[in-house]
């Protein structure tokens, strides 16, 4: 999570979407940088009007929020390699010895697995009991210069966008029952990467 409070704009790290590398691109123009524990980095939108914005409102501060979120099959495939990586090999969350269809199809269950327990994407950016969008400025991971453009003419000076916190190359490919069965039961997950933006513009 990066906080500018000139410009009044809250940065959420929604996990595997690329919230590593705008960190490192922008980061040390922020007034505040949540690193660690992970829980904080990637807090969600919810949690942070519970916690932070009674601070806000004594401070007299208004932010803005701004999240990405990343296509739902890409974005469990950025799960299931990371999961992959030697360091998890004997542990419970580790994905080696699953498909990739079978890490989808354990993620839709209601109590996956450690290994495809991740968390949800539309739960990350929700408020109300998961009725509203809870940020102002929702991008779509696959439009990076979107999100470039956004943060150059909001936050007033330029950058790149270094690819950071890659996991390994995979050949990854979700069967069409699997990947229909998970369009079923985590609708919600398609739903909210539709609502994102492309643009830098709404």
């Not at 469990?76 to 699953?98: E, K, M």
């Not at 453009?149 to 990854?172: W, Y």
């Not at 398609?190 to 933006?197: G, M, S, V, Y």
Request: charged share 25%.
């Amino acid at each position: 999570m990066i906080v500018f409070d000139e410009k009044k704009l809250v940065v959420f790290a929604v996990p595997k979407t690329g919230s590593t590398s705008i960190e490192n691109a922008i980061g040390n123009k922020a007034s505040l940088v949540v690193r660690r524990p992970p829980v904080m980095k990637h807090m969600p939108v919810g949690n942070y009007k519970r916690f932070f914005k009674p601070m806000d409102q004594e401070f007299g501060r208004d932010p803005a929020f701004m999240a990405v979120v990343r296509h739902p099959v890409d974005w469990l495939g950025s799960w299931y390699r990371y999961r992959f990586r030697d360091a998890l090999i004997g542990q419970p969350n580790s994905t080696r010895g699953h498909s990739f269809d079978d890490f989808v199809t354990e993620y839709c269950r209601p109590d996956p697995a450690p290994c495809a327990n991740v968390g949800s994407q539309f739960r990350f950016v929700m408020i109300k009991r998961h009725t509203e969008i809870g940020v102002d400025h929702l991008f779509r991971y696959e439009a990076q210069e979107a999100i470039r453009n956004f943060l150059v003419d909001r936050l007033g000076f330029d950058f790149k966008l270094p690819r950071l916190n890659v996991s390994e190359k995979m050949a990854l490919t979700l069967s069409p029952a699997v990947e229909a069965r998970l369009r079923e039961a985590k609708a919600d997950e398609f739903w909210i990467w539709d609502q994102a933006r492309t643009t830098a513009q709404p």
